[in-house]
């Protein structure tokens, strides 16, 4: 029952602990005139990647390599099949040329270069598939230059306003951030721990546990963001962070995890690689189906509904 417990708890003092540290962190960069867009594209972004990150890295350094793996590509199928389902059901999602063109194609080329990188029996013909450590340094390379390009974008759009960020005295700011960080590495143990532990008593795949109750769970943030955003019918926040977030879940999140630890790919992985690149080649394509670069509510449905035939699957295969 302990085991149960905490591993519910780890999501909330995951969360908690990560809007903890994005409050503080933004406090004192604010303070520092550091500029909004700045504050958004760094701290913000990182932020909300902090559940999905701090899992891994337990995961990678405890050898619970089917979690890490399984809660990125769960994850990244969840953000799209899902959560912008969910959100255009709220309200049709209307997204700007530059996202169809530039971020969804993006976040489309990450999730094949993983399958790239990672078919190395495929490909090379080695008795090893998986993430190694150079690959990592590949990931994050890419990610090095999303960021570059990113900051280019916030400088052609200009500055941000700041208003929505709160200024905290320095010793406030530093106890939030501090606070946030405990919280995130206690989730984040305690996910993992529970993780393992389920996986046993149900003689279920690491693999499956991570790929849904630990996607979803590290996904919450993102669901209360792009729905929030959905229902104030500020539909290009909606899609934007789920697309950001796919990408910084491969290039970076993927790519510190296989540095820290090689990331062996089992064979039931290669569907969950190929539903990964299905996902975001859905995206795609329904912004040129119907409306134009709209995710209209019945496309929202159905995408949720292919979401749950994909979990049904999983089920009944893994």
């Not at 504050?39 to 891994?56: D, K, R």
């Not at 912008?84 to 700007?96: D, F, Q, R, V």
């Amino acid at each position: 029952m302990l085991t149960y417990i905490l591993f519910v708890l780890g999501f909330v003092f995951l969360i908690i602990g990560a809007n903890w540290l994005v409050d503080g962190a933004s406090s004192v960069a604010k303070k520092m005139k550091i500029s909004a867009i700045v504050i958004g594209l760094t701290i913000v972004a990182f932020g909300t990647s902090a559940p999905e990150l701090i899992v891994n890295i337990f995961a990678s350094a405890t050898g619970n390599t089917d979690i890490a793996i399984g809660n990125i590509l769960g994850s990244n199928i969840a953000n799209i099949l899902l959560i912008l389902g969910i959100s255009a059901m709220i309200y049709p999602l209307t997204s700007k040329r530059n996202t169809v063109w530039k971020e969804i194609p993006l976040s489309l080329l990450a999730a094949i270069i993983l399958m790239v990188l990672a078919n190395d029996k495929l490909i090379d013909g080695d008795c090893f598939s998986g993430l190694t450590r150079i690959d990592g340094i590949v990931l994050v390379a890419f990610f090095i230059i999303f960021i570059y390009y990113t900051f280019g974008i916030a400088k052609i759009n200009g500055e941000a306003s700041s208003s929505d960020i709160q200024q905290f005295s320095y010793p406030k700011s530093f106890l939030y951030i501090i606070a946030g960080l405990i919280g995130l590495t206690l989730g984040g143990k305690w996910i993992v721990d529970g993780a393992v532990k389920i996986a046993e008593i149900f003689n279920m795949s690491q693999s499956l546990i991570g790929l849904t109750i630990v996607a979803i769970g590290t996904s919450l943030p993102e669901l209360a963001t792009s729905a929030i955003a959905a229902y104030k019918k500020q539909t290009d926040i909606a899609i934007g962070n789920i697309v950001g977030s796919n990408i910084f879940n491969i290039f970076w999140i993927l790519g510190i995890s296989s540095i820290i630890r090689p990331l062996p790919l089992n064979s039931n992985s290669e569907i969950d690689l190929l539903m990964t690149i299905v996902a975001s080649l859905i995206l795609f394509l329904i912004m040129f189906v119907g409306k134009k670069h709209i995710v209209e509510r019945w496309q929202g449905a159905l995408m949720v509904l292919i979401y749950f035939s994909y979990i049904t699957f999983l089920i009944i295969t893994k």
